[in-house]
Structure formats: C-alpha cells, structure tokens
T-cell receptor, first 115, second 113 residues
Framework: GAGVSQSPSNKVTEKGKDVELRCDPI?????LYWYRQSLGQGLEFLIY????????KSGLPSDRFSAERTGGSVSTLTIQRTQQEDSAVYLC?????????????FGPGTRLTVL | RKEVEQDPGPFNVPEGATVAFNCTYS??????FFWYRQDCRKEPKLLMS???SGNEDGRFTAQLNRASQYISLLIRDSKLSDSATYLC??????????????FGTGTKLQVIP
C-alpha cells in the first residue's frame, strides 16, 4: 500500500515568506507526528496529532509555526515569516494508533531552504 | 541529562567486523524501545524492536538492560550496505494514552571495504 507522502519534496523560499508543508499519512493511521532535522543533526519533535487534535505541540519552536490536521488524515505545517534558521528537512510520520508498540512510518521529508 | 543519548560516532569498521552501539535513557518508566536506521538524505525506517529478553534478526541483535537503562545494537559480519545512522527510540508506557516518542540523535556507522 501507499506509504506516507509529503509535498513539496523541496522548497526554496525567501526570508520573511510563509510556507506550507503537506503530509498525507498512511490511510487509517490515527497518530501523526512532525519532526525537523537539520543537517547532520537528530530528529527534533515538533507536534503530535491524534485524530484532528494536537495533544502535544510542545516542540513547535515559536509562534511562527502552526499545524493542523483535517478529517483525521492530511496535515499541514505552516511556517510564517520564515527565517534562515528554519532551513531543515521536515519529516512527517504516522502510526496506526497510540499504543504500547508504536512503529512510526516516515515520509520522505520536505527539504526547506530559506535564503 | 538528555532523555536519550547516543554516541554520534562515526564508527569506522572494516567489512566483516562486529560492531555494537549503546543508547542510554533517563526515564526508568520507559517501556518500548526500537532501533531505526537512516540512510544519508533519506527518512528513518524501523530496523527492529527491542524486547526485554533480547532479540535477534539475522546479523542484528538488540538487547535491553533495564538496570543500567540502556539498549544496545550489535551488528555481526558488517556489510558495506550497513553504513547508515542508527537511531534509538524510547517510548514510556502511558497505558494506551499518548506516548511521547523520543529519538536519539543517532550513531553513524561507516563500513569500510
């Protein structure tokens, strides 16, 4: 079956512009996560969705970052007034449910470059 | 102390060698553990779960040491294709509720011909 997809795969933007990143999770997966990975660094947790609600948004670095999920499926991560330090790969992952064994399936990521 | 810590490496090993990585965690209530593999410029993918009694999958062996709060990954007979970054994942048990998934920063392995 189809895996997690993300779009766009690459995004180059100018400082100060807004960007929207999209994630299509695996069908039926209720849990959805956004992470950020800078070059050579580990995964930085941003936000977690269970269905359409976000019980944990503790990782969002500033109020310029927001995310939503609709229909328990597609999620959009929005970064307003982008800064150069926002440049990173943004990874989305989904899992079947919240439970004791929570394998996450990752999308290929969106590589964001802020000039 | 970080929630999950890994030696970033790189571990440079010759083909055929045996190599082991550890991952320490700070939350003693942690219940579920995994190893993920991330190839260069690719997304992480699940390599194997880590069971309390230890488990093996071909050349890969994962173990859990609860007393010392670490998990380990052993790779025997290393192949060039094993070159990647290995991320450990630790999940606390919240009895079916939300679980904060914590990734380590990864250990880079380079297998040399």
């Amino acid at each position: 079956g189809a895996g997690v997809s993300q779009s766009p795969s690459n995004k180059v933007t100018e400082k100060g512009k807004d960007v929207e990143l999209r994630c299509d999770p695996i069908s039926g997966h209720t849990a959805l996560y956004w992470y950020r990975q800078s070059l050579g660094q580990g995964l930085e947790f941003l936000i977690y969705f269970q269905g359409n609600s976000a019980p944990d948004k503790s990782g969002l670095p500033s109020d310029r970052f927001s995310a939503e999920r609709t229909g328990g499926s597609v999620s959009t991560l929005t970064i307003q007034r982008t800064q150069q330090e926002d440049s990173a790969v943004y990874l989305c992952a989904s899992s079947l449910t919240v439970g004791s064994y929570n394998e996450q399936f990752f999308g290929p990521g969106t590589r964001l470059t802020v000039l | 102390r970080k929630e999950v810590e890994q030696d970033p490496g790189p571990f440079n090993v010759p083909e055929g060698a045996t190599v082991a990585f550890n991952c320490t965690y700070s939350n003693s209530a942690s219940q579920s553990f995994f190893w993920y593999r991330q190839d260069c410029r690719k997304e992480p993918k699940l390599l194997m779960s880590v069971y309390s009694s230890g488990n093996e999958d071909g050349r890969f062996t994962a173990q859990l040491n609860r007393a010392s709060q670490y998990i380990s990954l052993l790779i025997r007979d290393s192949k060039l294709s094993d070159s990647a970054t290995y991320l450990c994942v630790v999940i606390p048990d919240s009895s079916g509720g939300y679980q904060k998934v914590t990734f380590g920063t990864g250990t880079k392995l380079q297998v040399i011909p």
